[in-house]
Each structure stands twice: as C-alpha cells, then as structure tokens.
C-alpha cells in the first residue's frame, strides 16, 4: 500500500472541513468531528482537534482533498483565509506521508464506487439513455464550483480535476440578458462560481428582485431554498428555476467539452436539496440545448449524486486502490 494505515482523509471546503480515518486495509471509514473551516486559524490545528476523540494507533500517513488549484505541497485555499502546508501538518501529527489533491479528484474518483437507481447514491435527471463506457464529469455546486473528470484508459481510471468555476459565464435567454447587469460581479467578473454556487443562489435572488423594482433579497442560501421550495417566496422560486437552468447549460457545455459518454454526474450540497427542482425539466432542457451537438447531448445521462459524503469515499478509494488511479497530486516528503 501507497499509504500506510490509519490513514487520515479529510475533505477541507471553503465552510467545513470533514475528517475520518481508515484503521487498517479493508476496514470501514471511521468518521470525526466536523469542523467549521472559520472557527480555526489552519487545517493543523483543525485537524489536531477532530482526533482527540479517536483512541486507536496514531496515524501514519494522509491524503487530503483542499478546494483550491494544488500545485505543490502548499496551497492557498481560494475560499477561506487558510493555508494548507503539507510539511506543517505531517510534523505536527508525527505522518510519514501526506498528499494534496484538488478536492474534486476524489468526488471523480467516488464515482467507480457509486450505484444507481434504485437503492444506490444516483438520481438520475431526465431521460435514461443507454449506457455507455467513457469518460464521466462530474461537478458540484456547494460553497464555491468545483468540476473535474473521470476518463478510463486502459486498466487505469484517470482523474482530471479543473478550474472550471472560474471560467466566464453569460446570459442566454432573454430574461437573462435582462438580469446580468444586476448580478453582482466577484473581481470584477461573472464566472460559472458567481452565479452557480451557495452565495451565486444568494446573487441570482438578489437580481431578481432589484429587477423587480425591490430592494431586499435573503442573505443565505439556505433562506433561498427555503422559501423557493415551500413557495413562500415566488422570487425564491423563480431563482431556483433560473439556477437549475443555467447548471443544465453548464453540465452540457462540460458534457460537450470532454465528450462525456459514460454521464454527467451532479453532486455538491446544493442539488440534492433542490432534486426537485432539478427534476422538473429545465436542467435536462438546457442541458440538451446544445446544437449542433445536441444529438449527441441527448444520450448523455445526468445524475444528482445524493450520497453524503462523496469527497470521503472518493480519498478512500484513492488511499484503498492508489495503483489504479492516475491523477496528480503534490506530496511531503
């Protein structure tokens, strides 16, 4: 084994960071404490916390997941004031081994573990299309964007993590066009994170009722699903419709990009909230929408992955089956 068991494995996002433990080889993930990403100065001490509860071996080695662009065994995380230093962490927990991954390498990786309809982790969205081998994308709206791809190659599954939320992203229809200078910019810019996201739930509500002629607009995204799905709000509502279109829009343009034969999987803490929404036709509307490639996009299937915990499946599988897995990562020493 790459990793050396117990083997800690942690998703670290903008909000929380969620940590667990794999005892020994083939034995069930032993999960600790949440933590709140703003309640501590660094991912150390955070992590130093979560495992004072735990009474077994000490941890040899660790694999975490960082929602940030990782590029060396130091990141800057895009989203909270932390800095993940692979060297700091490994001296503070006595670890012979520490490795960064972009945190939605593992949410690719979970989707080799995941099952369908109608006991698994998948709700599908829309048509079920023959299935097909190929690559997969999955992305994931939650705190920021995050997306990346699974291509099969050979007897090797290849994780392709992107940088795909901060790309531009535009109005298409004409209530749109109408919308986008309302929205609020972020760095002077409207990209895929601005408006597909918690806080871009929280923009696309706000223009809308600034549109209507209002001036107020809920400051959380839970208030915005809230008051959408129980209808206590019609602007709420309207802006769930608009967020579910304009996520179709994306999936399919990264279903087009990789040529996602094998599906277009939809994960996040968002979806699974709103899987109604999401179901009611203009996700898979806009997601099809796509001529002259919209033959092709019509037999891409598209899921909401409902399973609680992707990340931390998907850093077990990588720390389980390290040599069938291709992605890049930066580790100390």
Request: proline share 10%; aromatic share 6%; hydrophobic share 45%.
């Amino acid at each position: 084994m790459t990793f050396h068991h117990p083997v800690v494995i942690g998703d670290i996002g903008g909000t929380n960071a969620r940590f667990a433990l794999l005892p020994a080889p083939g034995e069930p993930i032993v999960m600790l404490p949440r933590v709140l990403t703003a309640a501590y100065p660094g991912p150390g001490t955070a992590l130093w916390d979560a495992l004072q509860g735990w009474t077994g071996p000490a941890p040899r080695s660790a694999v975490l997941a960082v929602a940030a662009r990782v590029e060396g065994p130091v990141v800057t995380m895009t989203n909270a004031p932390w800095i993940v230093d692979a060297a700091g962490i490994a001296a503070a927990l006595g670890l012979d081994r520490i490795t960064l991954v972009n945190d939605f390498v593992p949410v690719a990786a979970a989707l080799s573990a995941l099952h369908g309809e109608p006991d698994g982790d998948l709700v599908r969205l829309g048509p079920a299309p023959a299935p097909r081998p190929g690559l997969k994308v999955v992305l994931g709206p939650g705190t920021g964007l995050g997306a990346a791809a699974l291509a099969p190659v050979g007897d090797r599954l290849v994780v392709l993590p992107t940088e795909a939320g901060h790309v531009e992203f535009g109005p298409a229809e004409a209530d749109e066009w109408a919308l986008w200078p309302g929205i609020e910019r972020v760095c002077g810019r409207v990209t895929t994170e601005t408006v597909l996201s918690g806080p871009g739930l929280v923009r696309l509500h706000r223009a809308l009722v600034h549109a209507a002629g209002g001036a107020e607009g809920f400051d959380a995204p839970s208030d915005v699903c809230e008051a959408g799905l129980s209808g206590a709000d019609r602007r709420a509502a309207a802006t769930l419709d608009l967020f579910a279109r304009l996520l179709g829009r994306f999936a399919g343009d990264l279903a087009i990009m990789f040529g996602a034969k094998g599906g277009v999987y939809v994960a996040g803490g968002i979806p699974p909230r709103i899987l109604d929404v999401l179901r009611g036709g203009g996700f898979r509307t806009a997601f099809e929408r796509k001529a002259p490639q919209d033959a092709f996009a019509r037999k891409i299937p598209t899921w909401v992955v409902t399973h609680p915990d992707p990340a931390l499946l998907g850093l077990a599988v990588l720390a389980e089956q390290d040599e069938r897995f291709v992605y890049p990562c930066a580790s100390y020493p």
